[in-house]
């Protein structure tokens, strides 16, 4: 949708959008007054817990809870027989040889497919009752043969964990195969090799998942309060699941202590918490404990990458020809399905560089592990990582300097169109690869890593080059052919008597700022003190609907609702002056609460009068001017999206005799377009790369052979703490996109997208005189001493 003509927007000189406006949200959260899921306490509270699977396959032979029952404090205990719920299944526009749905029902009825699977819930009057129950249940299992790596599940004969999906593969394609690669690959001076695998990781929000759900007897609706980053997509699922009219089902999002993508999908738990609330009704809270969300709650990145590049004798990339195999767990999450990794991979690998080929293979295995749901970067981190890689070690075949190379490959010219049929807009992909070398070479990291080899000492530098495509419309989620297709925003405004404006957006925020952001926005649109505005988000009978907050789309697609619908209101305020004073509309300005006559002449309405007109004497006002101030916009993205840049440059050291990497030094050139609110950009920026740093140095779920997790803790579960991560320095960019209404573009992703491929460098730069190389993350000092140990025997031998 179009927007009014932003030349109406009133002229303020201390914009607000730009500016580091002082978190809102921030007096709440940190003086404890915040409300998150856990604080709400309803009249007869039950508490609810569930039953998993202590197996990763196998058949349910019985569920007995007949013990449960007779537990004191026990109300209720309930098996998937019992409660009769719809399956939650996701699909995608595709045919079966390319896409094979899965139904995840919300609590196992025939079949477990990984440990803590949830197979029955117990609800009690409090949560120590709760855990008594769960002791009583007695499930028995026929145990099945598991299926606990790629590798095993595409074995042929391996066991199948669901009928259709031949060799355990969901998501099965080849987007891209120019024509002629392989004669590009048969003539190039120069191919290079890379294979890595990178470790299956757990999202880790500070709030784990939950919900309180509840019968409104006067509303007839079930209410459901819980952390989700789709609040819509919620309603949806539990509505189908329970057979309830949408209108019959509210969600309400509360404070949320993070989400990355975790909370963006649809679980299983929520589901039967509200069916357990409709059943009894009685309120039933579910809280998720660390264990199971270390174990059972869905999970991401394990992905497996078979990669080859081409370059000619300059060093110019020729082409890319990859495998990419992605460890999806046991089902396919809703909305997004189990293409939502291997399909971003295979559409966005070529990147920031000018490849003119491009051959790509995507597949999506079953395993029993734990559902895989997005997390923040969703396979960016790891396609970046690969290509980056690529790029290293074409630089070392070919004699060539790490950033030259890449300097030699970016794109400069925009719009491109690449390989991939993706239109990447204007960015600053050179400028910023050349500005973070210089301010690495000019803290003199090269000399120091100099005089460290002349001491025996690793000092290794490492950069990495990336965009980040954001402000995803409906038009790129339709080329993936999602059959529930996110998109647009919508955004409603009203003002009151008092002046005052609230605001609503479909987007959710988690942690990044919305109820300021947003605010100032509205604030610079309106000419409005700051104060006056508020935001109203995660309720879906207060927002008529909204597709949440992911893949960095709350600004760009929401922000940009926001803008349109305060114009609109502008327009109204405009019109209902002009209207009183006898003017044409574009001889009336706003300013600082105010209505203006443009001429000067003094004709000044405060937005209160002007709301008295509105609403408190609407008998005066002209037939074709409606009653009220309030206004609806949308917002949808009808090209590829917006592409943020950035470069990360690392210095490590490397120390031999532990095998311990620590970072010395974090640089990160970044550029989102137009910086709503820069300190909110640099905290996103700093907790994605304190993400992306514990995905190559530290964070791994791991299993044993029969499938059992072994990292259900944070005694295994390896978590870098505030000592392992370093200061980062950032510089921002600007290149204001030119289709978002605040020319920004997204900055939720790119801090974790460029942090694994950079770290990843520096360590082998750091490695090269040992003659050990490391594509597999993550790079743990175990892992680099049985290298070196590794590396040592070979050379005795």
């Known amino acids: 949708m179009n927007s009014p003509e932003k030349a109406n927007s009133p002229e303020k000189a201390d914009r607000l959008v730009g500016t580091s406006v002082a978190r809102r949200e921030d007096p709440r959260l940190l003086t404890g007054r915040g409300r998150f899921v856990d604080d709400i306490a309803l009249p007869g509270m039950l508490h609810a817990q569930f039953v998993r699977s202590t197996v990763a396959h196998g058949e349910i032979v019985s569920v007995d809870l007949s013990a449960v029952r007779q537990v004191p404090g026990v109300v209720a205990a309930f098996s998937a027989g019992d409660l009769d719920l719809s399956d939650i299944t996701a699909e995608l526009g595709r045919p079966l040889s390319e896409y094979v749905p899965t139904a995840m029902p919300v609590l196992a009825r025939d079949r477990v497919r990984y440990v803590g699977e949830p197979v029955a819930i117990i609800v009690a009057r409090d949560a120590y009752s709760v855990e008594d129950g769960l002791e009583a249940a007695k499930v028995s299992y026929a145990t099945l043969p598991p299926v606990t790596c790629e590798a095993d599940a595409l074995t042929p004969g ?36 890379v ?161 003119p080929a491009y051959r790509v293979r995507g597949r999506a295995v079953t395993t029993n592990k734990a559902p895989t749901a997005p997390y923040r970067g969703v396979s960016r981190p790891q396609y970046v990582m690969v290509v980056e890689r690529l790029f290293e070690r074409a630089s070392r075949e070919l004699g060539l300097d790490p950033v030259e190379i890449r300097r030699r490959n970016v794109i400069t010219e925009f719009p491109y169109t690449g390989v991939n049929n993706i239109t990447y807009d204007p960015g600053s992909y050179l400028e910023a690869l050349d500005l973070c070398e210089r301010l690495v070479k000019d803290e003199g990291w090269y000399e120091k890593q100099a005089e460290a080899a002349a001491e025996a000492r690793h000092i290794g530098i ?71 505005v508020k935001l109203h988000q995660g309720d879906t009978d207060r927002i008529t609907y909204g597709f949440g907050t992911f893949a960095s789309r709350s600004i760009t697609v929401g922000g940009s609702a926001v803008r349109i619908a305060a114009a609109k209101l502008g327009e109204k305020l405009r019109r209902i002056a002009a209207a009183r004073w006898g003017l044409p ?27 008295d007109a509105a609403y408190l004497q609407a008998h005066l006002l002209p037939r074709d001017i409606e009653p009220g101030l309030t206004a609806t916009a949308t917002f949808d993205v009808f090209n590829d999206g917006t592409f943020s840049n950035a470069t990360h440059g690392v210095v490590v050291e490397l120390h031999q005799d532990t095998g311990r990497v620590e970072i010395l030094r974090y640089v990160c ?42 990292a259900t803790s944070f005694m295994d579960y390896k978590v870098p703490t505030a000592h392992e991560i370093p200061d980062v320095l950032i510089h921002h960019l600007e290149t204001p996109c030119a289709f978002t209404e605040t020319g920004a573009k997204g900055a939720g992703e790119g801090g974790t997208i460029g942090a694994p491929a950079a770290v990843l460098n520096a360590v082998n730069d750091a490695l090269r005189p040992t003659g050990v190389e490391l594509d597999h993350t993550p790079v743990t000092p175990e892992t680099v001493h049985r290298a070196l140990t590794q590396q040592t025997l070979e050379s005795a031998s």
């Open 158 to 193: 391996a066991p199948l964990l669901h009928e259709g999906a031949a060799r355990n593969t969901l998501v099965d394609v080849s987007l891209f195969a120019t024509e002629g690669i392989d004669a590009v690959f048969e003539s190039a001076p120069c191919v290079v090799h």
């Open 195 to 355: 294979e890595t695998r990178t470790g299956r990781q757990n999202a880790l929000p500070l709030e784990t998942r939950g919900v309180v759900a509840h019968w409104d007897d006067r509303e007839g609706q079930l209410v459901l309060q819980t952390c989700t980053q789709v609040p819509h997509q919620v309603r949806t699922v539990a509505s189908r699941s329970l057979r309830l009219d949408e209108r019959a089902v509210r969600v309400v999002v509360p404070d949320m202590g993070g989400g990355f993508g975790q909370k963006c999908v649809v679980g299983r738990e929520e589901i039967a918490a509200a069916a357990a609330a409709l059943r009894l009704r009685r309120p039933v809270k579910w809280i998720e404990d660390r264990k199971d969300a270390l174990s059972a709650s869905f999970l991401a990145r394990e992905q497996h990458y078979d990669v080859r590049a081409a370059f000619d004798a300059e060093g110019r990339i020729l082409g890319i020809d990859a495998d990419v195999v992605c460890d999806m767990g046991a089902y396919s999450c809703y909305p997004f399905t189990a293409g939502i990794e291997p399909l971003m991979a295979s559409a966005e690998m070529p990147g920031v560089y000018k490849v």
């Open 462 to 532: 490492g950069y990495a080059c990336f965009s980040e495509r954001t402000g995803y419309g409906s038009t790129a989620f339709a080329q993936r052919k999602m059959k529930v297709v996110p998109g647009f925003d919508l955004s409603e405004i009203r003002m009151d008597t008092s002046g005052a404006v609230t605001v609503t957006t479909g987007t959710m925020s988690h942690g990044q700022s919305h109820e300021t952001t947003m605010a100032q926005i509205v604030a610079d649109e309106l000419g409005l003190d700051i104060g006056k």
């Open 585 to 611: 509309l574009d001889e009336v300005e706003l300013g600082s609460g105010l209505v203006r006559r443009r001429d000067g002449s003094g004709g000044v309405l405060s937005y209160e009068e002007i709301a």
């Open 669 to 710: 050139v970044e550029d989102c377009g137009v910086a709503i609110n820069p300190q909110v950009v640099e905290g996103q920026c700093r907790g994605g790369i304190a993400q992306g740093i514990a995905g190559v140095l530290f964070e791994e779920v791991t299993y044993d052979a029969q499938g059992e997790p072994s």
